[in-house]
């Protein structure tokens, strides 16, 4: 069973690590964070030449084909270093849809692109309603007056990605009842993006579609696997973003323990007092809690437990990550209340973290649910 | 809740009258649009004159000073009428930190001098107590009044000053001496923020917006006839002053409807269907735990006040309450992040600045949950951080 990451995992994560630290400063953070694009374009172009955009994916697009164990090591450095370029939106959840797509036409041509860093994407899922459930969707797909065309109406919400993307997948409900997963240009007509700069200064975007017409070859699935597949690629990107936010975790205990080995208050370190102490103790089993939830998910990916074990490491991250971020705002007393150090800006990363693709109470709902279908069909 | 007296019913329909009418639409505004414990500076200000001119400024203070002579439960019946009509809360550091120095301290002139200003809004005072390396431990400061003739020079510097950047006047905790304990060498100074020699600095907080600031003092004059209290007896003030700060609180009038309108906004229906957050049993659970914590707050408030002699300070349940109050408030700003959820994620600084023009996304108060979360981060922090007052509370029960 692997619990961490193995010899070529560990040699890529310490190459990123130094990558990251060479690259973001917390300055250069705080500085994408006010820009207008939020990210940096520069980057993104140097994580096509480390090959950062085609891991996942099979060689015949120019990928790499390695195992999650590599973007959960990518995203841990991301998480502890503030990355903000979206990674994430465009190579593990639209990229990861569009990997699994029966249409190999639309992947064969998209794909190289984007490993070659040509072409973003976003996955717009979330809408209001669906509160993280990626199977509860009101937006539709009908069919247009002319030919096979289709199409879309609705609202998602809260698209990571979506201001910087080039084409976007949009989940939509079908004629026949069924889900599917359409490929849509940013600037077809009737397509509104709304760009938005979520807490944390990662970028998002609400988009509404207004009768957007597409070809009925824009659909990613012909033969109603659209629901399992859009799932499992949710519980990967899941696994991922966890590592992200244990990254950022583990950052801020390591911030905490220094500050409370420094810190003097009534003419001793800070880290004296046994409440402090206790308090750290805390955080750092909040965090190994995490990691070891985070590979037990790793461990049964593409199985039937990977739900399952993915809805609990999400909720372990929302409380962890937010008792976390909180307590390490409070040992830093007012200077972790500003702008002035990284630490708030982890405990924003964190608080966003949680709040996407299913909060805590999503997931304990869900795994409640689960459960009593189990015990139903075992009666 | 109880049925109140005749006299209570006709003070709450006076105080009813005069909110409908008073506050302009701009005051309002800035009411909807407090994420934090201050509350925007302008509106705020413009709705102290108002109150003030009204005569209802100060509640706590003594009648002679301007005070209004209410019944403890009148007051909170005014701040339950105040937080329902939505105006802004009032800055504290006039009327709640300031003030009770000069009153409990200050000369017959002194009185005379500031009181005044404190109370119209003429003046605004600011904080000057923490420093870059006195927070907790408050006694620890640093900066550095020297005696010259009639006036001190003071070198030094402040932080966390709320509001330094809007106030013409600072209330002072300075060192006089460096003999004793630290706390013996404390002297309380008042000063104009326009003494040559003051420069301020914001800070930019978590919601991207300057709050806090540090202010720098190079060879500042200050007048001794500006000290309250005797030279290296400032500790004594300020201790009396930070436990007013903690006590006389009425932060259940504002919890109270807070929960109402959460209640109401887990229940907006999500789509064309129907539903609401608030189908979702969990949500009621949390929703109703928080409630019996806003209850035992509100009523821990009430009894605390109730109890109290006038000019009395509540003593160590000064520290009870603001641990319970700033907890409560730190849970109500998480339950209000659940329930929102992914609406409340951009953050909208600009859209939420009074009298903005521009559209955000979403409803107003959506937008206010993400700031109001992370200025909330700060209840357990600032006046004295929690760890301090449990510190305070298990000295107090472990004496006794």
């Not at chain 2, 302008?42 to 102290?48: G, I, R, S, V, Y």
């Not at chain 2, 539903?275 to 969990?282: E, L, P």
């Amino acid at each position: 069973m692997q619990y961490q990451y193995n010899e070529e995992q560990s040699q890529f994560k310490d190459m990123l690590r130094k990558f990251v630290q060479d690259k973001y400063g917390y300055d250069c953070h705080l500085a994408l964070c006010k820009s207008e694009q939020g990210y940096s374009e520069e980057h993104w172009q140097q994580f096509a030449e480390l090959g950062l955009l085609g891991l996942p994916f099979s060689e015949n697009v120019g990928g790499l084909g390695v195992d999650s164990g590599f973007l959960m090591a990518i995203a841990e450095e991301f998480g502890r270093g503030l990355v903000l370029e979206p990674y994430i939106a465009t190579v593990v959840l639209a990229g990861g849809l569009l990997a699994k797509a029966d249409n190999s036409d639309l992947s064969n041509v998209l794909l190289p692109k984007l490993v070659a860093g040509d072409l973003k994407l976003c996955l717009a899922w979330e809408e209001r309603a669906s509160r993280g459930n990626p199977l509860d969707v009101n937006a539709t797909a009908t069919r247009s007056h002319i030919g096979d065309n289709l199409l879309i109406n609705g609202e998602k919400c809260v698209v990571l990605g979506a201001s910087s993307a080039d084409k976007l997948i949009v989940t939509a409900v079908a004629e026949d009842g069924g889900l599917n997963a359409y490929l849509i240009d940013c600037d077809a007509v009737g397509l509104h993006v709304q760009a938005q700069t979520l807490a944390d200064g990662q970028r998002a975007g609400q988009i509404r579609f207004c009768n957007v017409e597409i070809s009925a070859d824009a659909a990613l699935f012909s033969d109603g696997k659209a629901a399992a597949t859009l799932q499992e690629t949710l519980h990967e990107a899941l696994l991922v973003m966890a590592a992200d936010g244990l990254g950022a975790m583990d950052q801020l205990l390591a911030l905490s323990l220094d500050y409370c080995k420094t810190r003097q208050q009534f003419g001793v370190p800070i880290a004296t007092f046994q409440t402090l102490q206790h308090r750290l103790s805390d955080m750092m089993i909040a965090c190994e809690k995490t990691r070891s939830l985070l590979w037990a998910a790793f461990q049964v990916q593409g199985s039937s437990e990977f739900g399952e074990r993915v809805a609990m490491l999400k909720a372990q991250i929302g409380s962890a990550g937010r008792y976390v971020g909180q307590q390490a705002v409070q040992l830093h007393g007012g200077i972790g209340m500003t702008e002035e150090l990284s630490v708030g800006a982890y405990f924003k990363r964190l608080t966003v973290l949680d709040l996407l693709c299913g909060n805590r109470d999503y997931q304990l709902n869900y795994l409640a649910q689960r459960q009593t279908q189990l015990t139903v069909d075992a009666a | 809740m109880l049925i109140e007296d005749q006299h209570s019913v006709e003070f709450r329909a006076e105080i009813r009258a005069f909110l409908d009418v008073a506050p302009s639409e701009e005051i309002l505004e800035a009411g909807r649009k407090t994420t934090s414990v201050f509350a925007p500076f302008k509106e705020t200000m413009a709705w102290h004159k108002i109150l003030f001119r009204q005569g209802w400024v100060a509640p706590t203070w003594p009648l002679e000073y301007g005070g209004t002579g209410w019944t403890v439960e009148q007051r909170y019946i005014f701040a339950e009428e105040c937080n329902r009509r939505g105006v802004p809360p009032l800055l504290p550091q006039n009327l709640q930190m300031v003030g009770p120095a000069v009153l409990g301290f200050g000369t017959q002139e002194q009185k005379e001098e500031f009181l005044p200003g404190m109370l119209s809004g003429e003046d605004f005072w600011c904080q000057g107590y923490s420093e870059p390396g006195a927070g907790s431990d408050l006694a620890a400061l640093k900066c550095r009044a020297d005696s010259d003739g009639d006036d001190y020079i003071l070198n030094g510097s402040k932080t966390w000053t709320t509001y330094g950047h809007h106030a013409n006047k600072m209330f002072a905790l300075v060192r006089t001496s460096s003999a004793g304990k630290p706390q013996a060498g404390i002297t309380f100074l008042l000063l104009d923020m326009n003494f040559p020699g003051i420069e301020v600095r914001p800070i930019v907080g978590l919601d991207g917006c300057p709050e806090q600031c540090e202010v720098f003092f190079s060879d500042v004059r200050v007048p001794k006839r500006n000290r309250i209290g005797e030279e290296n007896k400032g500790w004594n003030v300020a201790k009396y002053v930070l436990e007013f700060e903690r006590g006389g609180s009425s932060f259940g009038a504002w919890l109270v409807p807070a929960l109402e309108k959460l209640r109401a906004r887990s229940s907006l229906a999500l789509d064309d269907s129907g539903r609401s957050v608030a189908d979702d049993v969990h949500i009621q659970r949390r929703l109703t735990e928080l409630e019996i914590d806003v209850r035992a707050v509100e009523h821990t408030e009430k009894r605390v006040n109730a109890n109290l002699k006038h000019g009395e300070n509540p003593g160590p349940m000064a520290s009870l309450l603001k641990i319970i109050s700033s907890e409560v408030m730190q849970k109500f700003s998480e339950l209000q992040l659940d329930i929102v959820g992914l609406d409340a994620l951009p953050l909208q600084t600009a859209a939420l600045a009074v009298g903005s023009d521009i559209a955000g996304f979403g409803e107003e108060s959506d937008m206010l949950v993400m700031p109001y979360y992370l200025n909330t981060r700060a209840a357990s922090i600032y006046a004295g951080s929690n760890e301090v007052q449990r510190s305070l509370l298990a000295k107090a029960i472990l004496a006794s």
